[in-house]
């Protein structure tokens, strides 16, 4: 496999280059921040550099991944996620009438979503020779992602030795890639996703679960493409950017154990409520993994990393000392909503020189252990805050993807309910970040958080005091799960980050800015 970014974070803490400006408005800030992390990879911008084709005295070669293929009007496409709308339309300028045929499965109503923003460089041209079939509405496999999967499986299939498919896969690329085992139905698998999604079950898990009752998840697609060369270019937005789970890995050929399955089901109280046929079908040992590996080339061409140094560019250009904390945030949002108001308030200590800055860092430590997030630079970044002395504005970088239980009937996602949490922790010790001023953001990439309109949300120190004082009781709206019923109410929804679809999905991006208050 070949890897064009770096797996590990690497931390990031640089001097500004230029004071922090005038700006009453942190919010602007944490929206620009993010806007640039987003931007960093959109398909229009990641294709080039991992895509080039060569034209060698009368032949032509594509090159991808340290590997180059030569054309012969040979070259089929298939793709499937948020990302492939824009990834197709990309990698068409880059290959031209070298495709001979496509077909990709898209969200329901990103094509149209990508008109009315004007993106048209994401939109396929009129004489494209890729079809465009959407389904998988609010992120749920449907009949109609299911009959893409379907078209997707044939055009493999037909594939001989001579022939090369490009495979574009992103985030989401899972739900709209359904085609269950038979007897199976889509409704079953289904019925087990949504109970395993709804109580909180990781990305991981829910990968394996799928994996298992897939024709094409687990290295499916590849199998199903032998004896052709296939070459997938692959977006991550998954935590580690494991490439058998970003989107189940169809081109991933991996093994499971049965006993894995059966554990995540007994894990989350389901043994006993998923159709008989599952059961049956998770007990049953699967064959080994295809023997022929040397067709198929993986190639990681984005991450969540990759958007998060895009994001400290932007912020230093700001005026911001940044840190680049960790790009595997993950877990329990209740956790991981205390430690991002912990780390406020650590932030706020230094830039105030509180006297408990001392008792702060060794509370944040303590709950740093007990979350086990990969790659989290938390010892370096409170050196370098000593070491730095006298800052005045702190921008620290995170990215990843919480989980939550949802418990109620409200509406809402991780990144708007993560927002709330903090405000809420924030609610109960405002007097720790007195002299500061402090905006935290957290925001899905795709420009979609759960089943609603927005990305995610805004939240600061003295959000909750205002909504008491407007009649919004916080701790009832998380009660119900109804995080986006809280912001939506809440200054008209103007702490909503409302992006529409972005085209692109390197899971979520978190934005905390901690500046000394202009008086004093």
């Known amino acids: 496999m070949a890897r064009l970014l770096p797996v590990h974070v690497r931390r990031v803490f640089c001097q500004p280059h230029s004071p922090i400006r005038n700006m009453a408005n942190l919010q602007d800030d944490a929206h620009r921040i993010f806007w640039s992390a987003v931007s960093a990879v959109l398909p229009p911008r990641m294709l080039p550099r991992a895509l080039t084709v060569r034209d060698t005295g009368g032949s032509s070669v594509l090159e991808c991944g340290g590997k180059a293929f030569t054309l012969k009007k040979n070259l089929y496409l298939v793709g499937f996620g948020k990302a492939v709308l824009g990834m197709a339309a990309a990698v068409e300028q880059i290959v031209g009438n070298h495709l001979v045929e496509g077909v990709i499965s898209i969200p329901q109503g990103m094509e149209e979503s990508l008109k009315q923003a004007g993106k048209r460089e994401m939109l396929l041209n009129t004489e494209s020779r ?64 949504q109970q395993l999604a709804l109580k909180g079950a990781t990305i991981q898990e829910l990968n394996t679960i799928r994996r298992a009752l897939s024709q094409l998840k687990g290295g499916g697609l590849s199998r199903a493409a032998y004896p052709a060369q296939v070459v997938s270019l692959i977006l991550s937005d998954v935590v580690g950017d494991d490439l058998d789970v970003i989107a189940s890995g169809p081109t991933v050929c991996s093994a499971y154990e049965a006993a894995d399955c059966l554990q995540i089901l007994s894990r989350y109280g389901l043994r006993g409520s998923v159709p008989a046929a599952e059961e049956v079908l998770l007990s049953r040992p699967r064959a080994e993994p295809s023997q022929h590996l040397g067709h198929v080339h993986n190639v990681l061409i984005g991450s969540n990393l990759m958007s998060l140094r895009e994001a400290g560019q932007e912020s230093q250009t700001l005026g911001y000392l940044t840190s680049l904390l960790s790009a595997a945030v993950s877990g329990d949002v209740k956790l991981v909503s205390r430690f991002f108001a912990l780390l406020a308030e650590v932030i706020c200590s230094y830039i105030m020189c509180a006297p408990q800055r001392q008792r702060l860092e060794e509370k944040i430590l303590a709950l740093a252990s007990s979350m086990d997030i990969h790659d989290l630079n938390l010892a370096e970044l409170l050196q370098d805050l000593t070491e730095a002395g006298g800052v005045d504005a702190v921008c620290v970088l995170c990215g990843g993807e919480t989980t939550v239980q949802v418990q109620g009937n409200g509406r809402g996602g991780r990144n708007q309910e ?16 007195q002299g500061c001023d402090v905006m935290f953001l957290s925001g899905g990439t795709d420009g979609q958080d759960g089943p609603t309109q927005a990305a995610g949300a805004f939240s600061y120190p003295e959000l909750v005091e ?25 200054q008209n929804g103007r702490r909503l980050l409302v992006t529409g679809l972005t085209g692109t999905n390197v899971m979520d991006v978190q934005v905390l800015l901690v500046r000394r208050c202009k008086d004093q």
Request: hydrophobic share 45%; aromatic share 6%; with cysteine.
């Open 418 to 433: 993560l927002a709330l949490r903090v405000a809420a922790e924030w609610h109960k010790c405002q007097a720790a970040m």
């Open 130 to 193: 890729i079809r465009v079939m959407e389904g998988a509405t609010n992120n749920m496999p449907d009949e109609a992602a299911m009959r893409a999967a379907g078209e997707i499986q044939r055009l493999a299939e037909k594939l001989e030795e001579q022939h090369l498919l490009l495979v574009l896969i992103s985030g989401g690329g899972s739900a709209l890639l359904p085609a269950p085992v038979p007897p199976l139905t889509l409704p079953d698998k289904q019925a087990i996703t």
């Open 466 to 490: 205002q909504a008491r004082q407007g009649g919004l009781d916080t701790e009832a709206f998380l009660k119900d799960s109804d995080s986006y019923g809280f912001f939506s109410h809440f």
